[in-house]
């Protein structure tokens, strides 16, 4: 099969009819072998039953239905766990996504060998203050931070090779940074092609400004996880270390200071008096924590399943 195209939604009502003609035209112009798989996220509305009749009609199309809103992040999840595509293109279902950058987007993933290719809507159609600002922000934060270079690293128009999607985990919120999660996995061929950004047609945004809140916090998560997830014990062992002799040198420094000055018969303090003592040993004390949680973070390591410890793509003849 050509094409699977991974669909989460929220109450989409009004936008699936249209948006499954408008992929299906598409993809019989191009003559593609396709799936379409619409993965309900506990729509209230009446998501589930159009889906269902669209794939009465339609044997390309296919449906998840979650019992409750569980995320995009869960939604993509799932149907990256049943895409059984060449190619997986994911899409949102506002019809702000154009179905018509989808064979672009196939020819730079099977001609020019792309692992991964992220839609960039370099113009939009949405607030200034309310999306535009505050996504250029996150945007910027997320390229400094994980050192892939992409403008809209948001946008929900992508295109994978199928063995990206089948190597990577999207949990949480974590669907901001699948590049970065593809990244991580080792796939490093990624891309970037301009998009065109449909305004809104039907209904209202489901994402608030939390969303990005969210997105900052999840992006110091991947971070540290991306950086030291498979070895905890080189950042917090490393301060452990710094703090504990930091503490350590200065204890010994106040005790010498002490006897130096006893010594010499000058006057003195208690040590037990001596602010900087009780500075010195919180110091070590603390040292002494964070070497501990990196050495439990690594038994930890060591002792859960090891299924994920390397990343597979292909095996000849073994």
Same mark, same amino acid.
């Given at each position: 099969?050509?094409?699977?195209?991974?669909?989460?939604?929220?109450?989409?009502?009004?936008?699936?009819?249209?948006?499954?003609?408008?992929?299906?035209?598409?993809?019989?112009?191009? +003559?593609?072998?396709?799936?379409?798989?619409?993965?309900?996220?506990?729509?209230?509305?009446? =998501?589930?039953?159009?889906?269902?009749?669209?794939?009465?009609?339609?044997?390309?199309?296919?449906?998840? *239905?979650?019992?409750?809103? #569980?995320?995009?992040?869960?939604?993509?999840?799932?149907?990256?766990?049943?895409? =059984?595509?060449?190619?997986?293109?994911?899409?949102?279902?506002?019809? $702000?996504?154009?179905?018509?950058?989808?064979?672009?987007? #196939?020819?730079?993933?099977?001609? $020019?060998?792309?692992?991964?290719?992220?839609?960039?809507? +370099? +113009?939009?159609?949405?607030?200034?203050?309310?999306?535009?600002?505050?996504?250029?922000?996150?945007?910027?934060?997320?390229?400094?931070?994980?050192?892939?270079?992409?403008?809209?690293?948001?946008?929900?128009?992508?295109?994978? +090779?199928?063995?990206?999607?089948?190597?990577? &985990?999207?949990?949480?919120?974590?669907?901001?940074?699948?590049?970065?999660?593809?990244?991580?996995?080792?796939?490093?061929?990624?891309?970037?092609?301009?998009?065109? *950004?449909?305004?809104?047609? #039907?209904?209202?945004?489901?994402?608030?400004? &939390?969303?990005?809140?969210?997105?900052?916090?999840?992006?110091?998560?991947?971070?540290?996880? =991306?950086?030291?997830?498979?070895?905890?014990? *080189?950042?917090?062992?490393?301060?452990?270390?710094?703090?504990?002799?930091?503490?350590?040198?200065?204890?010994?420094?106040?005790?010498?200071?002490?006897? #130096?000055?006893?010594? &010499?018969?000058?006057?003195?303090?208690?040590?037990?008096?001596?602010?900087?003592?009780?500075?010195?040993?919180?110091?070590?004390?603390?040292?002494?924590?964070?070497?501990?949680?990196?050495?439990?973070?690594?038994?930890?390591?060591?002792?859960?399943?090891?299924?994920?410890?390397?990343?597979?793509? $292909?095996?000849?003849?073994?």
């Amino acid at each position: 099969m050509d094409l699977s195209i991974v669909i989460p939604l929220l109450n989409e009502e009004e936008s699936l009819q249209e948006l499954h003609d408008w992929i299906e035209s598409v993809m019989l112009a191009n +003559k593609y072998s396709y799936e379409i798989i619409f993965i309900d996220d506990g729509s209230t509305d009446d =998501s589930w039953e159009i889906i269902e009749k669209l794939a009465a009609a339609n044997n390309n199309v296919k449906g998840i *239905h979650f019992l409750k809103n #569980y995320g995009k992040s869960q939604a993509l999840h799932a149907g990256f766990a049943k895409a =059984s595509g060449d190619v997986i293109v994911t899409m949102d279902a506002d019809l $702000q996504d154009n179905p018509e950058e989808i064979p672009e987007l #196939y020819k730079m993933v099977t001609e $020019q060998r792309y692992d991964l290719v992220s839609g960039w809507k +370099k +113009k939009r159609y949405d607030s200034l203050f309310s999306k535009n600002l505050p996504s250029k922000l996150f945007n910027w934060a997320a390229r400094k931070t994980s050192g892939v270079k992409l403008n809209d690293f948001n946008c929900g128009l992508k295109a994978y +090779k199928n063995t990206v999607v089948k190597n990577i &985990e999207v949990s949480g919120e974590m669907h901001r940074y699948i590049p970065v999660l593809a990244k991580n996995a080792g796939f490093g061929k990624i891309g970037e092609k301009v998009v065109r *950004h449909q305004a809104r047609k #039907y209904g209202e945004t489901k994402f608030g400004m &939390e969303r990005f809140i969210n997105g900052f916090l999840d992006l110091i998560t991947i971070w540290f996880l =991306s950086r030291f997830g498979k070895r905890p014990m *080189h950042l917090f062992g490393a301060l452990g270390s710094i703090m504990f002799l930091i503490g350590f040198f200065s204890a010994g420094f106040i005790g010498f200071n002490k006897l #130096y000055r006893l010594y &010499e018969g000058l006057p003195t303090v208690l040590i037990a008096n001596n602010p900087w003592f009780y500075i010195s040993l919180t110091t070590m004390i603390i040292g002494t924590q964070l070497f501990l949680a990196g050495f439990l973070g690594e038994i930890i390591l060591r002792a859960r399943n090891q299924h994920d410890r390397y990343k597979i793509s $292909q095996i000849l003849n073994f």
